[in-house]
């Protein structure tokens, strides 16, 4: 009897998982694909429209400008220089970095809007999350992109970005109560847990300062 009941709430359980997934898939819409009718009458639903486009150029963009650029330290700076004396080429790498940018602007006021009216509610969440990826999706793409220009505020700018996880292995709320509480259940599988900040700059920096690994790295998050 016992066994009956259990199986009879799994059972339960996993229709109404079915029934949450389901209802919420339903209501996914990337690109604002279901919102014509408010498209007609409000600009802040064709935002979705707008983030496909941006991203279809820079896309594009981006696959010619690969034919020309050079990901290395020695020559990145030199082929970028090329590219921008080149009047076709000098075009398409400003629809590249604008995309970009554009993308961003958009992916943002989209996040806004959908929180803004309310459209994460009744089934919608989904559109929330999606929206979220979105944008984290296009800052990390201009984020990996910004090294590749390979001037000084480029280097600078990857440099401060690398260096910000060393600050949690000195940051007192991670050393002195988040890290040895974790430390105490995964060591026995992983080992210590400390220096972790600094671990993942040089995972991101490929060694302990920026170089042709680093530029490698970048070119290829950038290009994924």
């Not at 429209?49 to 020309?68: D, E, H, K, N, R």
């Not at 970005?161 to 259940?185: E, K, M, R, S």
């Amino acid at each position: 009897m016992g066994t009956v009941v259990i199986g009879q709430k799994v059972n339960s359980l996993i229709d109404s998982v079915k029934r949450y997934f389901t209802d919420r898939l339903a209501k996914i819409d990337i690109f604002d694909e279901t919102q014509v009718a408010k498209q007609e009458t409000s600009p802040w639903y064709q935002l979705g429209g707008f983030v496909y486009l941006f991203w279809m150029i820079t896309v594009v963009s981006g696959l010619f400008l690969v034919a020309f650029y050079i990901p290395t330290i020695y020559q990145a700076y030199d082929s970028i220089e090329l590219i921008k004396e080149s009047p076709l080429l000098s075009i398409i790498r400003g629809m590249h970095k604008y995309g970009g940018d554009a993308i961003i602007i958009a992916a943002t006021l989209r996040c806004y809007r959908i929180w803004f009216k309310g459209e994460y509610k009744n089934k919608g969440e989904f559109n929330f999350i999606i929206a979220m990826i979105t944008l984290l999706a296009a800052m990390y793409s201009g984020l990996t992109g910004y090294l590749l220009i390979w001037n000084q505020r480029a280097f600078w700018a990857t440099k401060v970005f690398a260096t910000f996880p060393t600050y949690l292995d000195i940051a007192p709320a991670v050393n002195q109560w988040f890290l040895p509480h974790i430390t105490g259940l995964v060591t026995s599988t992983i080992g210590t847990m400390t220096h972790q900040g600094m671990n993942t700059s040089q995972i991101l920096l490929g060694g302990s300062s920026i170089g042709q690994a680093t530029m490698t790295r970048f070119f290829s998050l950038h290009f994924a």
